[in-house]
């Protein structure tokens, strides 16, 4: 008995240190993360090394805007902190990451490709920052998304038509940026359970276009209408012309009839 006393302690401890101890992975991925953010307000005072060599235990976290889950980080909210600088791909080493939620900082640059490594991620939000660059076309790799809000950044370029594969994404909003090209098809005819996104997803992006939004309005007929200007005042002054030379022939014939009278009063009979 006293040798399996023994051997059950030593499992209870081994399995104490395996839910306290840190995750390499997440070790590597918040550690990264704090050295790419700068904090004005102090508000990640608890964003330390030390911090992160044990950010949780269980389901309890020790970390400021993380929320654990068996040992593991399982959400990032670090919204509206006035955080700067860039979102660090390393991101992608936190594997057991479902919600990524950056929004309303002032975080610039791109948002990386390393993302796609995210494969549990459900929700992404890194709305109201100043984010540059494309949207990566790699999301597509995380099956899981049913969240994904990018308004308000300088995001530019298309929108990826890979993203319309996502067959779980029921929100998507990338509205006041600079995109441009088509709206996916995909993305803009949701059906089966899934809503239809409408044209407040879309809408801020000046050269973007396509179903939801709206036609651009009076495109068309603005170039008739300038083409009609052109050849309206071309036509009038044709006419103005035409008129002008009449009206000097008129009154050269009346002067040449005048002159014609008086030659004849004056000239001789014989």
């Not at 030593?10 to 840190?22: F, G, I, K």
């Not at 904090?39 to 060599?53: C, E, I």
């Not at 083409?227 to 309206?232: F, R, S």
């Amino acid at each position: 008995m006293g040798a399996w006393t023994v051997l059950l302690v030593s499992l209870v401890a081994c399995a104490a240190v395996r839910l306290s101890s840190s995750d390499p992975s997440d070790e590597a991925c918040l550690t990264h993360l704090s050295q790419s953010i700068q904090d004005p307000t102090r508000s990640l005072q608890n964003w330390t090394k030390s911090t992160f060599a044990n950010p949780c235990n269980g389901f309890t976290s020790y970390l400021q805007g993380a929320t654990c889950n068996n040992g593991r980080i399982y959400k990032l909210s670090l919204t509206n902190l006035s955080l700067r600088g860039s979102i660090s791909p390393y991101l992608a080493n936190c594997t057991n990451l479902q919600a990524l939620d950056l929004s309303s900082n002032f975080l610039t640059g791109p948002i990386p490709d390393d993302l796609q490594y995210l494969v549990n991620l459900a929700v992404l939000n890194l709305s109201s920052n100043r984010l540059e660059g494309p949207i990566p076309p790699q999301l597509t790799m995380c099956a899981y998304l049913n969240v994904i809000d990018l308004h308000d950044n300088l995001l530019t370029g298309q929108i990826p038509q890979q993203l319309g594969l996502l067959l779980r994404l029921s929100a998507f909003d990338v509205s006041n940026n600079r995109l441009s090209g088509p709206i996916p098809s995909m993305l803009s005819n949701r059906s089966g359970n899934l809503p239809k996104l409408n044209a407040t997803s879309f809408e801020g992006n000046k050269d973007l276009y396509g179903y939801p939004l709206p036609p651009f309005k009076n495109k068309g007929l603005s170039v008739l209408a300038i083409v009609g200007i052109g050849l309206g005042s071309g036509f009038a002054s044709l006419v103005l012309s035409f008129t002008g030379v009449c009206i000097w022939l008129k009154i050269t014939e009346r002067k040449m009839a005048l002159e014609e009278g008086k030659i004849s009063q004056l000239m001789p009979d014989y």
